[in-house]
Structures are given as C-alpha cells and as structure tokens.
C-alpha cells in the first residue's frame, strides 16, 4: 500500500510518503512550515496593498493574526468558505473590516491569496520527483473546534472529544472516513478540496491522532495503562489509554501551561479529581473522564509533540518517556494516521 499521510500543526506540517514495500524508515518524510505561517508570511509581504483571500477554510493562529494586522493598513477582501478562517460567525468577521464577496470578485491592483490547510500540487510534484507517484489514498489530521450557535467554540470542541469517549473512545471514534459533519467547517472543507482534486480522504483530529501514533512505539504499547501526553505548537492534549481505549482525557492551550500545572492536571486526571470545569476557567478546552484508573496504577507517561521538552525530567517530579515512533517524534500525528487507515482495510 501506498498512501500520503499529513499532520498539520500551528507550526509545522508533518509528512510521510508511506509504502509499505520498504523499511518505514526509509519513506519519504518532511516536516515544513505549517500553511498558516506561509500565508501569514505572503500577507506580510502585501502591507500597503489591497488583499483577496479565497479558496478553503483553513487553520487561523499565524494567518488571522496578519490579517488582522493588515486591516490597518489596507483592505481586506475573502469569499464566504475563506472567511470561515477567521470566525464562522461571519457577522464578526464583518464587523473586524474584512469585505465578504463572491469567488467571481474582479478588482485591479488588488493581491489574491489562496488559502488551504495543504499544498496538493507541491506534494504532488514531490511524489513524481522521488518516484513515489500521485497517490489518491489520502489521511490528513487537521484541528477543528467546530461551530455551533449559542455555545463557545472551546466548549463545542471539547464536547465532540467527549462524545468521542463516550462512544467508544478507540481509535475508530475519532476517524472520519466518510462525509464529515457541517458543524465541522475545517473539515468538510478541507474534505471538500481533496475530492474536487479525485483524492480518497480519511480525516482525523490532530490531537488524537498523536496520542495513538504513540501506540507505535514498542516502549509505550507494551503497557497496559498508559498516559499519553501531546505537547503542540497550539495545544497540549493529555489522554489515560487502557491498552488502546481512551478513558480520560483534557485539552488546554501550551502557552497557558508551565510544567507545575501540567503536572498537577494529568495527576488529578488520573485519579479522577480533573473537571471540565477547572480546564474551562483556566481558559483551556475542558477535561472528562470516562474511568479512573489511578495515578499510581499507571505503568508509563510518554511524552510527544514539539514542545515536549516542557515536561522533560528535571522539571518535574514524576519521571516520563520522551516517546519516539520509528525514531521520529515528529512523524508521530502521521503514524497515527497510519494507524487509522490500516484499521479501515
């Protein structure tokens, strides 16, 4: 089997050309700038000058913040689905100066930038040039809060996590194979996109597909009870595994957490005393756990993620794993992808 598997992050965007007919070690592998850092960077680069934005709904962080910078020196122009990047109340987003048209938008001087959480041609040209061809067998893991009227996107986000747990909580439950649901704008776009371009999508979260890509290193899956700790660019998610069920689990964002606090939440998560409450106040996600498996009953905490050195020992009392799939941390949104694909076979 051949397929492309793509982890898309605040920062980077990780990548792995996987054929099973080698060493998977041996497959193609980047990790790049994420897209929202390249287009933050192209509308940089356009200050002074008017702007469009169009194509798909994307990831925000880096690239609403430029356009929020640019709206002070010149306007801002974007289609509908484009928009959708900034906030899915296009109220606010009209309210923030950004002009919202229609993808048939004509004007002279004005710079056109293409927004999209992937750059098919680019990995496409890639996979000609290094023999691996165009694949159509695609997974990408891509955050999304999700949208809903009358409730915070932080509260609906973690609400679908939770939801996520109380069906199942394997691996499975978190996938989505077929149509994504409209609630999820991010991804039925980025759905959206990939068939247009005759691509066969498997669609996952990022969070949760870095937990279970952990499950690929030989150290972590040998354990029975596991606590799985992803430290993002964005965000940090921390998950109990019972071999390979989630049974808890919390989100909060990385620049809010120091390694005391991280410590004293993934302690009171596993002992049960964590709730959604006290994640929420303190301006992360929320947490929910579907069982208690107690912190001493846990037999290892691996670590992954670009930030993880925040939980490096030295810093903390309780003793963790730097995990490695395949010996690259950064690859591991993308093995949990794998993961996801082979289950579907």
């Known amino acids: 089997m051949r397929c492309l598997l793509i982890d898309v992050g605040y920062g980077t965007e990780d990548i792995l050309f996987y054929n099973d007919e080698e060493d998977i070690e041996d497959n193609i592998k980047l990790v790049l700038p994420s897209q929202t850092r390249l287009i933050a960077e192209k509308i940089r680069r356009s200050k002074g000058k008017e702007i469009f934005l169009r194509g798909y709904t994307m990831g925000g962080g880096p690239s609403v913040k430029a356009i929020r910078e640019h709206l002070k020196s010149a306007d801002v122009y974007a289609t509908r689905e484009a928009a959708m990047t900034v906030r899915d109340d296009l109220n606010v987003v009209e309210k923030m100066g950004i002009k919202i048209i229609g993808k048939d938008f004509e004007k002279d001087d004005v710079i056109r930038i293409d927004l999209k959480d992937v750059d098919l041609d680019f990995l496409e040209e890639i996979g000609e040039k290094f023999c691996f061809g165009v694949q159509r067998k695609i997974a990408i893991a891509v955050q999304d809060h999700g949208h809903k009227d009358g409730i915070s996107d932080r509260e609906f986000r973690f609400k679908m996590i939770e939801d996520s747990l109380k069906n199942g909580g394997k691996m499975d439950n978190f996938v989505f194979a077929g149509k994504v649901p409209e609630y999820l704008t991010r991804l039925s776009s980025l759905q959206k996109m990939l068939k247009e371009r005759k691509y066969e999508p498997l669609l996952m979260d990022t969070g ?86 107690g912190f001493e009953n846990i037999d290892i905490i691996a670590v992954t993620g670009p930030k993880r050195r925040l939980l490096k020992d030295g810093k903390l009392k309780i003793k963790t794993y730097m995990a490695a799939p395949y010996g690259d941390m950064m690859l591991t949104g993308c093995y949990g992808l794998l993961n996801a694909f082979k289950n579907l076979r």
């Open 208 to 293: 949760p597909a870095a937990i279970f890509g952990c499950l690929e290193d030989e150290t972590v899956s040998e354990k029975e009870n596991k606590l799985i700790i992803n430290v993002g660019n964005g965000h940090t998610l921390a998950a109990i595994l019972a071999g390979e069920k989630i049974s808890g689990i919390f989100e909060h964002h990385t620049r809010s957490l120091t390694a005391t606090k991280l410590e004293k939440f993934v302690k009171k998560l596993c002992d049960g005393r964590l709730t959604f409450k006290e994640v929420f106040d303190d301006g992360g996600h929320g947490a929910y756990i579907k069982e208690v498996i």
